[in-house]
């Protein structure tokens, strides 16, 4: 799960890779949210 999530969040570049995996627990217990939550702070 979290390969494709930063996989995903690769496309927005370093800064929201890096910040995803600072909050790498807090994105796998939003499970499928954790995908708009990243499109709506980098997208």
Do not use: R
């Amino acid at each position: 799960m979290f390969a494709k999530l930063l996989k995903f969040t690769s496309k927005y570049g370093t800064k929201a890779v890096k910040w995803c995996w600072k909050h790498k627990w807090e994105l796998l217990n939003a499970s499928s949210a954790a995908y708009d939550i990243i499109k709506d702070l980098f997208g």
